[in-house]
C-alpha cells in the first residue's frame, strides 16, 4: 500500500453488539473481532478494501478517525509538530510488526498514523 493511503478507519460506539448488528445490516460489513483482540472487532466492507474497527466512545475519541499509512511515523509526527500540529498519542505497538500514533492537526481533528512492515524478512 502507498505511502499516504487511508488505510483503516475506526467508529467509536457505545453499545458494541447493537453498532456490530447496525453497520452489518446497513452496509453489509462482515465484522469479526480478530484474535487477540476479542474487545475490537474489526469491520471488512464488501469490496474487501475498506475496514476498520468498532472502538469504545470515549472522552476524545467521539467522531470517527481515519488512519493515514505511513512509511515512518516518527518522521510524519515531527513533520506535524514542525508544521503545527500536536501529538496526541506517540507511536504504540499493534503487533511485532505494526505501530500506531494519533495526532491533532491545525483544525482539531483526530488523525490516526499506521506503520506497518509488509514484508517480514526470515531470520
Known amino acids: 500500500m502507498p505511502h499516504g493511503d ?8 457505545t453499545d458494541m453488539e447493537r453498532a456490530k448488528g447496525f453497520y452489518a445490516d446497513l ?3 462482515e465484522i469479526a473481532a480478530p484474535p487477540g483482540f476479542e474487545d475490537y472487532p474489526m469491520w471488512q466492507a464488501p469490496n474487501k478494501i475498506s475496514g476498520g ?3 469504545p466512545r470515549s472522552e476524545g475519541f467521539t467522531q470517527p478517525r481515519s488512519y ?3 512509511d ?13 500540529g500536536t501529538v496526541a498519542m506517540d507511536k504504540s505497538p499493534i503487533s511485532d ?12 481533528n483526530s488523525v490516526g498514523l499506521y ?9
Open 97 to 108: 510488526t505494526s505501530w500506531w500514533a494519533i495526532f491533532t492537526d491545525l483544525d482539531g
Open 115 to 123: 506503520e506497518g512492515v509488509t514484508e517480514v524478512e526470515d531470520a
Open 53 to 55: 474497527g468498532l472502538a
Open 6 to 13: 487511508i488505510t483503516h478507519i475506526d467508529i467509536p460506539v
Open 68 to 70: 493515514v499509512e505511513v
Open 27 to 29: 452496509f453489509g460489513w
Open 72 to 84: 515512518s511515523i516518527e518522521e510524519t509526527l515531527a513533520k506535524v509538530v514542525a508544521a503545527g
